[in-house]
């Protein structure tokens, strides 16, 4: 399985941009990058996920390296609400394309 | 709202016994779902998949007697923990892909939380 590097935790300011990295230098060609984040007592909820471009939606931007061996997902004003653990994986290829969870990153927003 | 549900959020037992729990698609079809386990202050860990119409396919080290997955439908995937041990408690979700192959999201249901007493 392909693995992904996160840090174990950051911290943020409350309205300031966070920033995320994720290393993944044993990625395939054909595996998406997929961003998951958990709040406490509940299932993980879907972020973002990209192949190649940069992608933009309403929650978050992910920017993907050029060889594609790391990425940064980008939250631009953070909330309090935003305080979880950020998942960055790699979706399997295959019929499956189960995701495998690495340990993810603490993210602690401070107001 | 929510496009996976699970049933019971939270379910308490007596060590020995079996708890059945359910995993729901609310608007979409899954021939797939994925059932994860977490221990507190860790990751999810993959047990095994779920395939409507066939036998689960379970995750190296997953006692595929011990946690029973039953695809019935393309709505519903349940999960049963036989015989169950006070370390068998432990917050289990399920999830399923909407749309298709690897670049489809995944929805995760709220999770249930299971205590052997």
């Known amino acids: 399985d392909a693995k992904t590097t996160q840090p174990n935790s950051m911290e943020s300011n409350e309205e300031e941009p966070v920033h995320l990295p994720c290393n993944h230098s044993?990625?395939?060609?054909?595996?998406?990058i997929h961003w998951y984040r958990q709040l406490p007592s509940q299932g993980p909820e879907y972020v973002i996920h990209?192949?190649?471009s940069n992608v933009n939606n309403r929650m978050a931007s992910l920017a993907i390296a050029e060889d594609r061996k790391s990425s940064t997902l980008i939250l631009h004003r953070a909330t309090l609400r935003d305080a979880a653990v950020y998942y960055c994986i790699l979706r399997e290829s295959g019929n499956t394309g189960k995701l495998i969870f690495g340990q993810g990153t603490t993210l602690q927003v401070k107001p | 709202g929510a496009v996976v549900s699970q049933h019971p959020s939270r379910v308490i037992c007596k060590s020995g016994t079996s708890v059945k729990i359910e995993c729901r698609s609310l608007?979409?079809?899954?021939?797939?779902m994925f059932w994860y386990r977490q221990f507190p202050k860790q990751s999810l860990m993959l047990m095994a998949t779920s395939n409507e119409g066939s036998k689960a396919t379970y995750e190296q080290g997953v006692e595929k007697d011990k946690f029973l997955i039953n695809h019935a439908s393309l709505t519903l995937s349940t999960l049963t923990v036989t015989s169950a041990h006070p370390e068998d408690s432990s917050f289990y979700i399920c999830?399923?892909?909407?749309?298709?192959?690897?670049?489809?999201?995944?929805?995760f249901g709220e999770g249930s939380r299971l205590t052997v007493l």
């Open positions: 999830s399923a892909p909407r749309g298709g192959g690897r670049a489809g999201e995944l929805f």
């Open positions: 990209g192949l190649t």
């Open positions: 608007d979409f079809q899954a021939t797939t």
């Open positions: 044993t990625i395939s060609g054909t595996d998406y």
